[in-house]
Structure formats: structure tokens, C-alpha cells
């Protein structure tokens, strides 16, 4: 269940990763590595950063089939995926809590801190877009304006770990932790949460 | 042999990433860096993904020295390499040649699958180039028009893969690799071979 | 006193970051995550290439607690922080000359040639100013006016290598050498001393 919506979390990252790249008129090499490093990319920092190498990637090929089918459909669909944003951005989101998660995960095996553990999950889950957005020569979207996206990954993270001092199965912390994220992060895309920028008076 | 073609190709890569920085009207320092990360970008990209550190270019000082020489020639010679721009481009497609297959001989040691080792082929030749343009704060061009630098190492691996199922010698493998690699570069350049871009229609 | 220096250099470093994000208009968390990655950035790229992993910020809350205090003092302060330019300007460049020493001494464990452990020094001290920069969509400061910042931690390092053959007791040696590139810094800066760029003529 947890592997499938890894997968899924993948399939989404790569196609939004692909549809910045198509958008910036990158060719059709260009598209594929810009997919690859969106999907990949959180997760490929985390285990460097931990010493987990070689990165989880490399050793089964799910996650590059994975890429290859969010890129094909891309490729193919990436006129009609506008009408699809909805459920793009719903994928997306479920990446989002499912690879916060993942790297939590990975924490607590290399005996890490909560904190930090709360730091390698978020990375996971945002910096694929931060490597996307610097590849394609802009300042990450996720410092500009769509905050919330790493916000909710901290409190998702926050919630695990206090849901772990109640002794809960482990199952279920896992999966009422990604669904707080998920929901956390629909409700602020829904009612325009934002965090503050300091203004000069 | 082949690591005196490593080390031409460390020698043009450097000289590459030299160029980019005077042009960019860095200083001696700034241009000194560039050359350095475009030479060994993509070994270091590749030595950390699958956790061989400390990275190559670490373990001895010959990497180095060989930065140096294409550092020095660049900052001396740099209004008239302009001229030596066909001998500079034969030098730089040796490197790709040779690089990639560096990086593949390095996934196999690693007893990765095929397709990742030929990931870290292409990453080995390319990545210098990205963080050279990344650096310099430009797209890569890597990812905008130049496409068969990647296509071809993409394409010189599977050819080695395909060689290697007929059990030939592994060093002719390797040589006869690294060829199809340099000359179906120098023909992609020769005739203009690009990967299509996707607009709208 | 060593590990007090390195926690300033932490704080300074981190602040610096923080204004510039601030000055970029990032909202709080990306002005968080600048702090971050510009107080830590050059430790973890040195760790990582070296293998030492997980990272060093990752084992002890030291370091986040030293981010998050220079955080809070930019979040709240950063209007007039302007005036403290100078102590600023003196924390940092005690953090440059500090982290610069941390990195020759973690190159001298893992048994690197001196040049290798100079440049892994220079990398610690100048790679979190560096990643500020790629993060803030700029071409890093460091390659284009400020690079005597780089040249005073190389220069640091090889008088450090020339003091130690000379068997004095090793704190001192890392004593006079940071002292060094914290002298030679600020002499650069009253003295507007600059590496020469390449010009056509």
C-alpha cells in the first residue's frame, strides 16, 4: 500500500517536473532529466546526506519505469494534463505525504534525532521541486510563494512523532500522519494560506 | 591509454569551463572554480551517488595538476583559443567519450543494473557541464539545444552493453565504445542533429 | 574556544543568509531555509565528498539551535542589523577562518593530500555563501567581486601546512593560521584589494 503510493508520489512528481521543463521549451532530453530530478531528487539528497549510498534509486528499476511513464504521458497528454490539474495537483499532494514519510523513515533507521528526521522527511518531499526550479533557472517556487508545501511536511512530522509517544502501531501513525499533510496542504491551497515576507516599513 | 585520455579530457573539460568564466567576466578565482567543477563535476556526482568516497579526485594530484594546465593555458591564451575552437571541441568530445565509460566501469564495480550504469556514464560526462552553466546562472545549455552530448552517451552505452553480451576482449568493448560515442558525436554536430522541442500547436 | 568559534561562525553565517533572503522577499521559511543552508552548506559538501556521513550538522542539535538563534535575531532585527554592518562583517569573517581550519583538520583525518585538505578547508568556509547565492538565482558573489574571500582561506591553509613542519604544538598552529586569514581578510576589505579578471584588450 505505502510502495504503491511511492510509486504514485514518482508518477507525479515526474509529470509535473516534465510540464516545467516542456513549459520552458526544453527539448525532449531536457523534459526527461527534469522529470527524473523532480521524482528522484529529494529522495537522492536525503540518502547522500546520510550516507546511504548507493541512493534508493539505483537499486531496483521501479522508480525509473516510474519516471519514464509519468515522462511518456507527458510527452503525449501534456496539452490535455491543464484540464487535469486537479487531479495532478492531487497526486502531487499525496507524494507529497507519503514521501515525507519515506524519509522520516530513513531517519529513525540511521538513529537520527526527531528534528533532524523531521528535516530529512521535508527534504524528501520538496527538494525535487527546489532542483527543479534551480535547473530551470528560477528562484524555487517553494520560496516564493507556496510555502505551505514544506510547512505542512514539518507539522505532518511534528504529529508523527507525537503520535509515536501513545504507542499506536507503527502502520497506523504512518498513515494518519501522511494524511494529515495531505489534507493540511489541501486546505491551504483551498483557503490561500500563506506564510508572511517582512516588509520593510 | 585510457587514463591518458582521462586526462585529456580533464585537461579540455577544464579548459571548457575556463572559457565559460572569462567570458562571463569572472575573476581569476572564479574562473580557477569553474574550470575545476566542469572537469570533475560529473565523477563527483557519480563517486557520491554510489558512495565512493573520498571522490576520485581526491586520492591522487594528478586530476589537479591536470585542471591547472587547462586553468593556465585558458588564462594565458584565452584571445586566441578562440581559433583552436575545432581542436578544443575534438579534445572535449574525447573526454565525453572517455568519461562515459568511466562512469559505467564504475556502476558495474558497484554491481549496478545496466540501465543505471549507463545513467552514470552519461551523468560522469555531462554533469560538469550543468554545474558550469548552473554557476554561471544560465540554463543548461545541456538541456536547450546541445542534446546529443547526452543522447550520444546514452547511446554509447547501450552499444557497450549489447558488445559486452558477445564476450569480446573488454578492452576492445571499451575502445570500440567510446569511438561510436566520438564519432556519432562529431556527426551529430556536423549535421545538426537535435532532439525535437514540444510546442504548441 | 575552537568549538565556541565554530558556533559564532554558525550564527554569523546563518544571518548573513537570512538578510539576503530577506532582501530577495522570500517568505519565512525560505528565509529559514537560506540560513540554513548558507551556515551549514559548506560542512555538508565537504562531508558528503569526503564520506563522512551522515553530515556533521546531523548528529548533534548544535548547530540548528545556532541557526534558529540567528534566524530569530534577522526576523526581528533585520531592519537594524544595517547598523551592526561592522560586528557582522568581524563574525563572519571569524566564522571563514574557523570553518576553513575545521575543514583542513577533517582532510588530515581522512589521511588527504595537503592540497586536497586546503581545498576542502576553502570549500567549508566559501560553499554555504555559494549556495545562498545559486538558491537566490544570483551568480555567486564569490566569483565575481568578493574573491579574496576564497583567496585569504587558500592562503590560510598553506601557511598552516608551512607551520606545521615546523612541529610547534597544533592548537596554536590552528590558532595563527585562522588569526592569519581573519588579518588577511580584513586587510583585503579596508584595502579593497581584488583578483585581476581577463579582459579583451
Chains 1, 2, 3 share one sequence.
Not at 494518519?176 to 489541501?186: D, K, P, T, V, Y
Request: glycine share 8%; proline share 2%; hydrophobic share 55%.
Amino acid at each position: 500500500m505505502f510502495y504503491a503510493l511511492d510509486i504514485i508520489g514518482t508518477v507525479a512528481f515526474a509529470i509535473s517536473g516534465a510540464l516545467t521543463a516542456i513549459n520552458k521549451k526544453l527539448d525532449l532530453f531536457g523534459v526527461l532529466t527534469i522529470a527524473f530530478v523532480t521524482a528522484v531528487g529529494g529522495g537522492t539528497l536525503r540518502d547522500v546526506l546520510t550516507g546511504n549510498t548507493p541512493v534508493a534509486w539505483m537499486l531496483s528499476l521501479n522508480h525509473v519505469y516510474a519516471i519514464l511513464l509519468g515522462f511518456i504521458v507527458s510527452a503525449l497528454f501534456w496539452q490535455k494534463l491543464e484540464k487535469l490539474r486537479v487531479s495532478l495537483f492531487l497526486f502531487d499532494t499525496i507524494g507529497l505525504g507519503v514521501f515525507t514519510m519515506i524519509g522520516i523513515e530513513k531517519g529513525l533507521m540511521s538513529e537520527l534525532h526527531p528534528v533532524i528526521c523531521i528535516a530529512l522527511g521535508t527534504m524528501t518531499a520538496c527538494f525535487g521541486g527546489v532542483i527543479r526550479d534551480i535547473l530551470c533557472n528560477e528562484i524555487p517556487v517553494l520560496f516564493r510563494k507556496e510555502t505551505f508545501y514544506a510547512t505542512v511536511c514539518i507539522f505532518g512530522g511534528i504529529v508523527f512523532f507525537a503520535l509515536r509517544r501513545t504507542g499506536l502501531n507503527t502502520d497506523i501513525i504512518y498513515a494518519c500522519s501522511s494524511a494529515i499533510i495531505i489534507i493540511f496542504r489541501l486546505m491551504a491551497v483551498r483557503f490561500k494560506w500563506y506564510l508572511p515576507v517582512l516588509k520593510a516599513r
